[in-house]
């Protein structure tokens, strides 16, 4: 089935440095979804993207559609400690548009 | 605005005792899901529901029961809980329309001992 990785699984940064996380599949996707989880709450989504080479911005928030259709990359430029939490990508699975398949996660660790 | 509601937020049972997770949404979203949270392998669907009395498998679907009788809920139900389904467990609803997210409430922590 359709399964979608996320590198690093990992990652503890010093306050201010630029962060940069991928999700690759064996599958191409139509959408590419990035979702945070903060501690004790659901996951909430950060940017959705449509199209292949896409690159959407929120805030701080940088994220790519590439142009192989099977990854996806999300950056954050000058972390704070608010950034703390688990990142996901998430795409549809098979011709569901609803159904969604997730990434393993991202665990961000920053120190101040 | 509430928005997305689970309960209980946290569970502790037995194995072999039947549970049941509430969700309940208050944006008469159409679509409602129901997944699992394990350390390794992020967010896996269990089951979803297009509309009232419409309720299809997903991912992980064994050793749960769904019903949606009404738009705005959609319970879970473990009929005899093995510790395998020790799990955190999120609601989600979307309102099926293209480009439009899928909405998490907070989770329910469920431990079987």
């Known amino acids: 089935g359709q399964q979608l990785n996320q590198s690093p699984q990992s990652m503890f940064i010093q306050e201010g440095e630029d962060v940069s996380m991928n999700c690759t599949s064996s599958?191409?996707?139509?959408?590419w979804l990035w979702y945070k989880q903060d501690p004790g709450e659901g996951p909430v989504l950060l940017i959705a993207?449509?199209?292949?080479?896409e690159l959407t911005s929120n805030g701080r928030l940088t994220a790519q559609f590439g142009i192989t259709r099977k990854d996806s990359f999300l950056n954050i430029s000058a972390s704070i400690p608010s950034d703390v939490g688990i990142y996901f990508c998430?795409?549809?699975?098979?011709?569901?548009?609803?159904?969604?398949?997730f990434g393993q996660g991202t665990r961000l660790t920053i120190n101040p | 605005d509430a928005g997305i509601t689970q309960s209980p937020r946290y569970k502790i049972t037995e194995t072999g005792r039947q549970v049941t997770l509430m969700c309940h949404q208050t944006?008469?979203?159409?679509?409602m899901f129901w997944y699992r949270q394990d350390l390794g392998h992020g967010l896996r669907l269990i089951y979803y529901?297009?509309?009232?009395?419409?309720?299809d498998k997903g991912e992980v679907p064994d050793g749960y029961v769904v019903s949606r009788s009404k738009t705005e809920n959609f319970p879970l139900t473990l009929e005899s809980a093995t510790r395998s389904q020790t799990s955190v467990y999120f609601c989600?609803?979307?309102?099926?329309?293209?480009?439009?997210?899928?909405?998490f409430g907070d989770g329910t922590r469920l431990s079987i001992l």
């Open positions: 989600a609803s979307s309102s099926g329309s293209s480009n439009q997210p899928q909405h």
């Open positions: 599958s191409i996707f139509n959408t």
């Open positions: 993207l449509y199209k292949a080479g």
């Open positions: 998430a795409g549809p699975r098979g011709s569901g548009a609803q159904k969604l398949v």
């Open positions: 944006w008469s979203h159409s679509y």
């Open positions: 529901s297009a509309a009232a009395d419409i309720t």
